[in-house]
């Protein structure tokens, strides 16, 4: 019976959402705190958040509503979008997600929710899709070896620009950028290059090019005109002159063309947007790169590599990671830390399930619907500037491109208004007959309307010059000609989603990078078409419902961290760090102190702080921790004291890289401030002060957000991700600004700051996840998940005291978000290494935590506030049984060369050897706990070989010829 005084809204559950995005229940919670020693949730919260930070009255939230509502208050923002019949191109096309890969991909958590792959062995799924797409890259470019991806085509391009620099032998400090690369691009560059003092050089390569005073050229390919042009003798030049070549090319258009590679081409780089992956307002797709095999140390991003595991069975990896930022930090040559690989397997995926045939299909079905739009619009007195294209003509219009522009709207219509004289129109993989029959009714002023289709598609002749079309094979590699059927690709990605542990298999205790639940709720809207289909390049009366999504987005993350101005288009946290400094440096320039170029970051911080910091022109010093884990303060007045007429500013992440709240972080503000530098807060371990803190108020002067760690947005394997950057309203004015070129009213007319992505409104399509999250948490919601992340790192924490030593805490003797749990002391006692440990972990079930970061020789774990008590308990217990694993070996009744850590993890094939030699048993080795008997994970590959990986460096499927070999 129900009792009187209950209201709709009791019996409604207004924070219904909340209980269900939080893991612990009321009552487990009650324990919780009880093996912690408190009985109040705010009296233990007291004791971790220094109250001198605290928030003195709740986040200005509304209250969360239920999903179903908040699908409908964002459903009503989507119906605001326009989805015309888009023909703007410039890097951004209609395609067709084969629904096999929608829903067993983009819409799949076991692919959505998986973490970057640094650890191998339960990574092998994702890892041989990026292979694949790395195989799938490399074949249509031409090159030696490609990465797993980029955050953009722009940003793709920018870093082949650095790696020109780097690998050049000429002496030059000029860069050379083809007229007709795509204008977002090249705004990019600009951007890049200034505070690095390259001078960029825009011009007609054939004719304006002087090679001789050039490191690098970048050159489209087909260009963002439509032109197809043959640049060998430019290639040739600059090759002369000791310079390299950057071709940036469609990557569709390689399936008919010649590759970069056959033509000279030192570098590629591009878009595999349109294959399968929606246009989503700009974002998030997978730009590629690739290059010869001897910039193979330069090249920037992730590269998977294949090795062999201990049974000398063959095994995927991350390969040759000494390039990498987190090992090389200031003298890093990018800071890019992730990839795009979610849209990267979707890209692969698309090619292996289309194959090379149905790649050409595709491929000479838009250039022929091209070819017969082009010969129609001549035949009605229409003036095509290009004399051959792939999928893009340039009309000349006799000064009317805005009328035309507006009569093309009228009738659902986009056309690329390039300037007053011309338009630009592209095709792609959606076009069809009557999209052709259309735009010659826009062209046509004549009284009939007699124009045949057929008429027209009879006289079609060949229009891409013969010398630069492609010849030999196309993915040949099996993947490529094997999964046509949808059944054998349904099997295929279950297989390789099968090899991998993602969230929605086991908990992943990453310290630093906040796995937590991507809530369907929050995923459903990403594929709705109102949000999917929309170009970045829209007119802005197309997209206001993105432009009040974006804007009340801003205002939420404003509110929540207490800043008075957010972008949105940084496309990573690199991009956001990258943003938050260039802002920085920007506001000292504009005060006459261009001279201050000196960036002080502690010795803990992630490599991607002093990496970030050396791209912005400015010079890294190092300011050192104390025994605690914090920063020195003694250390940084002298820092800053010595440096105090050239200090731009401080990366400090808050809570510490060490899992505490630093109580000194307001004089820590306060000394850079006093000696005129301004305070960078790193975003990072935001989990842990949503709604009870916010950086802004402290002493921040700009921060970047991660989207995907505390804003719900899923890793994806190791991206997408968004790095939104949030600043005081004096640094306001440089923020990245609009890409010139596109999204019209997308970013506030005060913000001039250079754009750092292709977008400006960045990776739009997931924006929806976040709004979505904080929608249905609401103010107090909020907090409560906060409280819940900290409540939940120091139950483990003090659940594993007793068994291993906790390396830091804060005043009151507790960590925040994460604690790091000491291993070096167990490696002197008995040989066991924290490696070991990781891999044992494997065998338990679970993803290992974060590996010998900030301190060598540990693991930092993050359980967020999305785990259960269950759970919580479930990897307690792994860590105190292998602890106990470790005491057998310390005593001796385990040699240290035959015990279960040590050749962990154990695949079933190792199981079934006739002869079992270690010193322990098989059920041992595979069900260490009984719970393990009714759910068993079994990695697919034991231990991989990183050293025998990277000096048998394999990046891409051989050919099947080699197979044949064999």
Not at 868 to 886: K, N, T, V, Y
């Amino acid at each position: 019976m129900l009792q009187a005084k209950q209201t709709l809204r009791d019996l409604e559950g207004r924070d219904e959402f909340t209980w269900r995005h939080i893991g612990p229940s009321s009552e487990d919670l009650a324990r919780m705190l009880e093996t912690l020693g408190h009985t109040s949730i705010n009296d233990f919260i007291a004791e971790v958040v220094p109250a001198g930070i605290r928030m003195p009255a709740p986040l200005a939230l509304p209250e969360g509503v239920p999903e179903h509502e908040a699908l409908a208050e964002l459903r009503t923002l989507a119906q605001q979008n326009k989805t015309f019949r888009t023909f703007i191109g410039q890097g951004y096309y209609g395609t067709r997600t084969p629904n096999v890969v929608l829903r067993n991909i983009l819409e799949n958590p076991a692919w959505y929710t998986a973490y970057t792959p640094y650890q191998p062995e339960i990574s092998q799924g994702r890892l041989e899709a990026l292979f694949n797409f790395q195989t799938m890259v490399s074949d249509l470019t031409g090159m030696d070896l490609a990465n797993a991806s980029m955050l953009d085509e722009a940003t793709a391009a920018a870093e082949a620009m650095t790696l020109c620099q780097r690998m050049a032998k000429s002496r030059a400090q000029a860069f050379f950028v083809d007229r007709d690369c795509l204008p977002q691009t090249i705004e990019v560059l600009q951007t890049r290059a200034e505070p690095l003092g390259i001078e960029v050089i825009i011009g007609d390569p054939l004719a304006e090019l002087d090679a001789s005073k050039v490191f690098g050229v970048l050159l489209q390919y087909p260009g963002v005109s439509g032109a197809v042009r043959d640049y060998r003798q430019v290639i040739e030049a600059v090759h002369a002159q000791r310079g390299l070549v950057v071709m940036a090319a469609d990557i569709l258009s390689l399936v008919m063309l010649t590759s970069p590679g056959e033509l000279g081409a030192d570098v590629a780089v591009g878009s595999t947007q349109r294959f399968g992956v929606p246009m989503g307002f700009g974002g998030p797709h997978a730009a590629y790169m690739a290059t010869r095999e001897s910039y193979k140390r330069s090249l920037p991003g992730r590269l998977v590599g294949q090795s062999i595991d201990s049974n000398g069975k063959p095994a995927y990896r991350l390969a040759l990671q000494t390039r990498e930022q987190h090992i090389r930090r200031e003298k890093a040559t990018s800071n890019i830390c992730t990839a795009q690989v979610l849209l990267a397997v979707m890209a692969s995926m698309y090619a292996v399930y289309h194959g090379p045939q149905g790649l050409r299909t595709i491929a000479n079905r838009v250039h022929h619907l091209t070819s017969v739009l082009a010969l129609g619009l001549q035949e009605l007195g229409a003036g095509i500037e290009n004399d051959c294209w792939f999928d893009t003509i340039t009309v000349r219009v006799n000064g009317n491109a805005a009328e035309l522009h507006r009569a093309a709207n009228a009738r659902g219509l986009n056309l690329r208004v390039i300037d007053g004289e011309r338009v630009g129109i592209s095709l792609d993989e959606t076009a069809m007959r009557a999209d052709v029959e259309a735009l010659w009714s826009l062209f046509n002023s004549r009284a009939d309307n007699s124009l045949s289709f057929e008429a027209v598609e009879s006289r079609e002749a060949p229009v891409l010059p013969g010398h630069l079309l492609r010849t030999g094979a196309l993915l040949s590699h099996e993947v490529f000609n094997r999964y046509h059927s949808e059944t054998e690709m349904l099997r295929y990605l279950r297989a390789l989603a099968d090899r991998d542990i993602a969230l929605d298999r086991s908990m992943i205790p990453l310290g630093s990078c906040t796995m937590k639940l991507n809530a369907t709720a929050e995923m459903l809207p990403v594929t709705w078409p109102e949000f999917a289909n929309v170009h970045p390049l829209a007119p802005a009366e197309q997209v206001a419902g993105y432009r009040a999504l974006i804007e009340g987005l801003e205002s939420m993350l404003c509110e929540i961290t207490g800043y008075d101005a957010v972008s949105l288009q940084p496309n990573a946290g690199s991009q956001g760090e990258y943003a938050g400094l260039l802002a920085i440096r920007a506001y000292h320039a504009s005060r006459g102190e261009a001279g201050r170029d000196i960036c002080l970051i502690p010795s803990s911080a992630h490599g991607t702080n002093p990496a970030s910091a050396q791209m912005c022109g400015m010079r890294v010093v190092v300011v050192k921790c104390d025994d605690n884990g914090n920063v020195s303060l003694e250390d940084l007045r002298a820092k800053a004291s010595e440096h105090a007429e050239r200090l731009a500013a401080i990366m400090v992440t808050y809570p510490s890289t060490h899992g505490v709240f630093e109580e000194a972080i307001r004089e820590i503000a306060d000394i850079v401030h006093n000696h005129g530098g301004q305070v960078y807060i790193d975003g990072a371990n935001l989990n842990a002060m949503v709604g009870l803190c916010q950086p802004g108020k402290f002493g921040g002067d700009v921060s970047h957000l991660n989207l995907h760690k505390t804003f719900c947005i899923p890793h994806g394997g190791g991206g997408p991700g968004v790095g939104p950057v949030a600043v005081g309203a004096h640094l306001a004015e440089f923020l990245p600004g609009a890409v010139s070129a596109g999204s019209q009213g997308m970013a506030p007319g005060n913000r001039r700051g250079a754009p750092v992505s292709a977008a400006t409104a960045g990776s739009a399509s997931i924006l929806p996840i976040t709004w979505m999250y904080i929608r249905m948490m609401g103010r107090d919601g909020l907090r409560k998940a906060t409280e819940l992340a900290i409540v939940n790192a120091n139950y483990i924490a003090t659940r594993l005291q007793a068994h291993y030593p906790i390396l830091y805490r804060g005043a009151n003797g507790r960590v925040a978000h994460e604690c790091i749990v000491d291993l070096r002391p167990i490696k002197d006692s008995s040989g066991i290494s924290v490696d070991d440990v990781a891999k044992r972990l494997i065998d338990y079930g679970f993803h290992a935590p974060t590996m010998s970061f900030p301190v060598a020789g540990t693991l930092m774990i993050e359980p967020t506030e999305s785990e259960s008590l269950a759970e919580l308990d479930r990897f307690c217990d792994a860590m105190i049984q292998i602890r106990e694993e470790i005491a057998k070996v310390e005593r001796g009744d385990w040699p240290l060369d035959s015990n279960p850590l040590v050749n962990a993890p154990h695949t079933a094939e190792v199981l079934a050897v006739e002869h079992w030699e270690h010193a322990y048993g098989r059920a041992e080795a595979v069900f260490p706990l009984p719970s393990l008997r009714q759910a068993k994970y079994w990695p697919p590959v034991g231990r991989v070989d990183n050293v025998y990986g990277d000096k048998n460096l394999i990046c891409s499927c051989p050919p099947l010829d080699s197979y044949m070999e064999d």
